[in-house]
């Protein structure tokens, strides 16, 4: 009896992506994003159940093996899809596409702004780009945050964001700045004051 080319070493028949669908996909879909491995990965996950080469299980699978393992969360999703359906040779494919053209364009964006670095235009502009982010980032921290502050508890806001905008100030590393925020939000005591 020949072994069926679709059947793994555990005996489970797994009907999945050719190679050369697997290499398209990962190619395609974990590069058209920017910002996050995760909109990559929900990408693949509705193309791959879509064709029926994935069920709910396997996705959860490969989520808990990418999420336990060292590195990119959407690298070790990749290399997870590549193993299943091709073995050695998918995943590194898989790994390869989904690495590669990233750090490619990462390089070109680099070798660029070392190139006009010089310029003050270039350096205004980046200048106010990252005033723009981090006035994102205060907004959408600010969104996130308002719902939880009652009347009472307008003081304690207060005393961590006056701590932490210090602790910014003084050039404290993110980690020590959220870990002074959390450790005085939590030693002040909440009171409940009605309006």
């Known amino acids: 009896m020949t072994p069926d080319p679709s059947e793994h070493s555990t005996g489970l028949r797994v009907d999945g992506p050719s190679l050369r669908e697997l290499v398209a996909a990962v190619a395609f879909e974990a590069n058209r994003t920017i910002g996050g491995g995760n909109v990559s990965i929900e990408l693949l996950r509705r193309r791959f159940t879509s064709r029926g080469w994935m069920d709910a299980t396997t996705h959860g699978l490969f989520i808990a093996v990418s999420r336990f393992t060292p590195g990119t969360v ?44 010089p310029y003050a235009i270039a350096r205004a502009l980046l200048a106010i780009g990252i005033l723009v982010a981090g006035g994102l980032v205060v907004l959408s921290a600010w969104h996130l945050i308002r719902p939880y502050l009652h009347i009472g508890s307008r003081w304690r806001a207060s005393v961590v964001v006056i701590i932490t905008v210090a602790l910014v100030v003084a050039g404290a590393t993110p980690v020590r700045v959220l870990l002074a925020a959390a450790l005085v939000s939590c030693l002040i005591p909440m009171r409940d004051e009605k309006p």
């Open 74 to 117: 959407v690298l070790a999703y990749c290399v997870s899809l590549g193993f299943r359906y091709q073995g050695w040779p998918g995943a590194l494919l898989a790994l390869t596409l989904a690495s590669v053209p990233g750090a490619l364009i990462v390089f070109g964006l680099s070798v660029t702004f070392t190139q006009i670095e």
